[in-house]
């Protein structure tokens, strides 16, 4: 069963700090690993879909790495804001080649003034 | 576009009412998922569905069915609310573009909120 897990689950950090936010799964055999953001009382929203065979994605401020060997994704926040707070989380599809997406609890990331 | 949709926002039942939630997509989308979001928990999958007339388990299923008589409408029912379906709902749609698994992008509805008393 692929297992997802997020670190850290909460950070609190001032403005303008740049972060690191972890995702680590189990199975490595999978097609893709998305980043989604989360506001409170709101649905996802899709910020970086990395496929298997890239090994990072961009948009904007944000940087996603992908290594699939390791079992590892990492999303970089550049020069963090205020209205970056939110949780993020992240999926990655379940093991046996299955395409159905797995998800992290996510990290829950305060950016204060 | 509008995107996905959910009806409704806000519910609240009493412990063995019926009720049915709807999620509309109008992105052409292939796949579609229900799933259930509580505290600690994470989001965990309850049924999901590859196309129209089609629908399969996900990791909670029970005590929930679903319909998807038309590809643009994923229904999802609870027969017997019980207070253990206390939780917010999402739908979510997808598709792989050109067939190709590795870049199907999930995109999701706003959610219900359901209380069960």
């Known amino acids: 069963k692929q297992e997802v897990t997020q670190i850290p689950a909460a950070l609190s950090v001032p403005e303008g700090e740049n972060l690191v936010l972890n995702c680590s799964f189990t199975?490595?055999?999978?097609?893709?690993l998305q980043w989604f953001r989360q506001d409170p009382g709101k649905g996802l929203t899709s910020l970086l879909l990395?496929?298997?065979?890239?090994r990072e994605q961009t948009s904007g401020r944000l940087n996603a790495s992908l290594d699939k060997s390791s079992g590892r994704s990492t999303l970089y926040i550049a020069a963090s804001q205020p209205g970056d707070s939110a949780t993020y989380l992240c999926?990655?599809?379940?093991?046996?080649?299955?395409?159905?997406?797995?998800f992290g609890r996510g990290t829950s990331l305060i950016v204060h003034p | 576009n509008a995107g996905v949709t959910q009806t409704p926002k806000f519910r609240v039942l009493k412990t063995g009412q019926s009720m049915t939630l709807l999620c509309a997509q109008d992105?052409?989308?292939?796949?579609m998922y229900w799933y259930r979001q509580d505290p600690g928990m994470g989001l965990r999958l309850i049924h999901y569905?590859?196309?129209?007339?089609?629908?399969a388990k996900g990791e909670v299923p029970d005590g929930y069915n679903v319909s998807r008589l038309k590809k643009q409408n994923f229904l999802l029912g609870l027969e017997s609310a019980a207070p253990s379906q206390t939780s917010v709902y999402f739908c979510?749609?997808?598709?792989?573009?050109?067939?190709?698994?590795?870049?199907?992008?999930?995109?999701f509805g706003p959610g219900t909120r359901l209380t069960v008393l």
């Open positions: 979510a749609s997808s598709y792989p573009i050109a067939g190709d698994l590795s870049t199907d992008t999930q995109y």
């Open positions: 199975d490595s055999a999978i097609y893709n």
């Open positions: 990395i496929q298997s065979s890239q």
């Open positions: 999926a990655v599809p379940a093991s046996g080649g299955s395409y159905i997406p797995t």
């Open positions: 992105m052409n989308h292939e796949y």
């Open positions: 569905s590859v196309g129209e007339g089609t629908t």
